[in-house]
């Protein structure tokens, strides 16, 4: 038995989709837009592309900081990383075939993007690597070794 995704209510339409025939889709979403803006904080697809940056996870261990970046849709090609005066920077560009004509409603961005991270004085910048897998990326930046804690012996 297959199960569909999408629930059906045979005698109820989507609010918006009731109204499409008495007007203009541009007109719902300018009427709707404040309501998206309250519940959601944006107002739909601009205002996601104007603000869009992957999303990132630091986590630190005794040896290293780790940064952890989503980047669906992408390869390694469309992604660049440096390290300059401790300030880590990831940038890129993606890209998406979109079919404007037949497209409903656009929300998913596209078009480069650029994160910067300043790192604590306490990491060596000259040995950071970085992994790319299944549209996460790793960035391991280890802490320098004159800045670990150490035990002392006592004399």
Known sequence: MTRSLIHRTPFRRP????????????MLDDFFSPVLTRFTGHDGAEAA????????????TEDAYTLTVDLPGLSRKDIELTV??????LSGERHIQRDTKSADRIERVHGRFARRFHLPADVDAAAVTAEFEN???????PKAEETKARKIEIA
């Open 15 to 26: 609010l918006i989709g009731a109204f499409e025939p008495l007007f203009d889709k541009a």
């Open 49 to 60: 592309a104007a603000t869009w940056s992957p999303a990132a996870d630091l986590t630190q």
């Open 84 to 89: 300059e005066d401790h300030v880590l920077t």
């Open 135 to 141: 549209g996460v990326l790793n960035v391991v930046i």
